[in-house]
């Protein structure tokens, strides 16, 4: 893992600018799910973090769907963005900026970071004459196109033909500095199938493009020439700057970049990989900005083995789906059962059966289970350990490394690893109190030793809870509250001092001795069908 990721100091990750033409799915929850699932872990080490999401709010495609249902652009944008915040809300993701490519502050920092790259000799005048794809807000090469000039992303419709003079930027002479960039930081990209593509497609040499539109209204004017309104890529990635600025802030360059900049780590989809790793870096060059330290590209999701759509009536509802089962079910779905990075698939019996035997069962049952015996046999109170056997303890010796291992799988996104990495640790203790039967110690007057395996359980479960908790923030809550500490809300935007930095509690036996249990209760409730 490139070291300049993640240091002592801050940690800042940013999800996709969502375009807001319609309601937010479950393509837009994905990524937001996995932003808000790092803040919480870096935060869980004691590092301050900051995240970002937010809309992007200009372009062709926002006007004329706004034209569409008799709505000002601004209206329309207006009437959509609160649905992002409250599916935000509802997934209990807790983001520390949002950011609205309409914002006047916004248009403020492009003007400024556009005169810095016209300053530099970047932009000219020219004529754009090609296919243009304005679902994807792009011109489009014809080695892109599929048959009658079709987009492969946006099959719907056909790419638009356009002859019309434009500003560019010179990406073209940037192709080295890229070239460079990508070998001397290998990790810029990733994962690695997605650096793989970008490196074949600019090896075929780069074109510079359009970065502004004539005979649009709706956007950011270009400060050089009124009658041009910047294009949607130019102004959107600047959002990433923008959302930087304190809420009290002036709206300038070097307000922005003076604390969280540069970024840690873009999450976006692969469709607009190119955009991120090719254009972005370019323009930040050409404006002598430094370079984000990783861009991440995740994979599709589909539903039932098909790409989800209105058309083929298939669409997941997230809103619903949250609704119906709770956010954390949703939240460890999508991370445990997906490769990050990798498409994915959703199909509601995978869905139920896979929570239901991870959360409910071994996690939630075994907890349970062990206050039952707790309550039974010593009356709510926590055993006193037996301190000197830790060392041949298969769930000591199991849980000792484990939040090393979590946490190498949490900085390298792969949260189905972590996930598998926890639930071990809980299905080992399902085995070991099964092996160990403390109701027939108790049976034979070893009282010590039944509390010893107890106690020693019950450190399991709040080990998986805590490190399980960037992802599941209700379960390990409601874990965390059985065993006693009622204080700690692992939904909230700021944790208990008590629990950063991290390594303090990953050692093997920290559970307060003699402290009040509440009674035993499921801390997750079965999914049904």
């Known amino acids: 893992m490139n070291s300049q990721l993640i240091n002592n100091t801050r940690f800042t990750v940013t999800t996709p600018l969502y375009y807001v033409n319609d309601l937010p799915h479950v393509g837009s929850a994905y990524p937001t799910i996995a932003a808000d699932v790092l803040t919480r872990f870096h935060r869980l080490q004691g590092y301050p973090a900051l995240m970002v999401t937010g809309t992007d709010e200009h372009g062709q495609k926002i006007q004329r769907t706004a034209e569409s249902l008799g709505r000002t652009p601004q209206s329309h944008c207006d009437h959509i963005v609160p649905e992002f915040e409250a599916l935000w809300h509802q997934l209990d993701i807790h983001y520390d900026r949002f950011i609205r490519t309409s914002d006047p502050r916004h248009a403020a920092i492009v003007k400024q970071f556009f005169q810095r790259v016209w300053d530099h000799g970047d932009i000219y005048l020219g004529q754009q004459t090609g296919w243009y794809c304005v679902a994807c807000e792009e011109f489009k090469e014809e080695r892109e196109l599929l048959d009658n000039h079709i987009c492969p992303i946006h099959t719907n419709r056909p790419a638009e033909w356009r002859d019309e003079q434009n500003y560019f930027f010179r990406l073209s002479s940037y192709q080295t500095k890229l070239e460079q960039l990508y070998a001397d930081r290998p990790d810029f990209i990733q994962p690695e199938s997605r650096r793989n593509e970008v490196l074949s497609f600019v090896s075929q040499g780069l074109q510079d493009f359009s970065i502004s539109r004539v005979h649009l209204d709706w956007g950011i004017q270009m400060p050089t020439d009124p009658s041009h309104t910047l294009y949607v890529w130019f102004d959107a990635l600047l959002g990433y700057i923008t959302a930087l600025l304190e809420p009290d802030e002036e709206p300038t360059l070097e307000n922005a970049l003076a604390r969280w900049w540069p970024i840690n780590l873009h999450l976006i989809g692969k469709d607009i990989l190119r955009f991120h790793v090719v254009y972005w870096p370019a323009m930040l060059m050409s404006a002598g900005l430094p370079m984000p330290d990783r861009v991440f590209g995740h994979g599709f999701l589909t539903k039932d083995g098909h790409k989800m759509g209105k058309s083929l009536g298939n669409v997941l509802d997230p809103f619903e789906l949250v609704d119906r ?3 954390d079910a949703v939240r460890y779905y999508f991370l445990k059962e997906i490769e990050f990075g990798r498409d994915g698939d959703f199909s509601q019996t995978r869905f139920i059966n896979i929570v239901n035997a991870d959360l409910a069962n071994d ?59 926890i639930l071990t ?9 099964d ?73 093997w036996g920290t559970l307060p001795p003699l402290q009040a249990l509440d009674e035993p209760n499921p801390v997750f409730q079965r999914l049904e069908a």
């Not at 309550?375 to 484990?402: C, I, M, R």
């Not at 792969?414 to 598998?420: D, K, M, R």
């Not at 640790?425 to 109190?433: D, E, F, S």
């Open 325 to 327: 089962y709770g956010s």
């Open 363 to 421: 996690l939630g049952n075994l907890l349970n289970r062990t206050l039952k015996m707790v309550h039974k046999y010593f009356e709510g109170k926590v055993p006193e350990p037996q301190s000197d056997t830790w060392v041949d303890n298969p769930l000591a010796l199991l849980g000792q490394d484990l939040s090393t291992r979590v946490t190498q799988a949490y900085n390298a996104l792969a949260f189905n690893q972590a996930c598998e990495a």
């Open 425 to 433: 640790l809980a299905r080992t203790g399902n085995k070991y109190i």
């Open 435 to 507: 092996d160990q039967a403390p109701w027939t110690l108790y049976k034979q007057g070893q009282l010590q030793t039944v509390g010893h395996v107890l106690y020693t359980v019950l450190e399991a479960v709040r080990l998986a809870a805590y490190l399980l908790s960037p992802i599941t923030p209700r379960l390990s809550s409601a874990i965390y509250s059985q065993l006693g500490f009622s204080s700690i809300d692992f939904n909230q935007p700021t944790l208990p001092s008590e629990l950063a930095p991290f390594t303090h509690h990953a050692h």
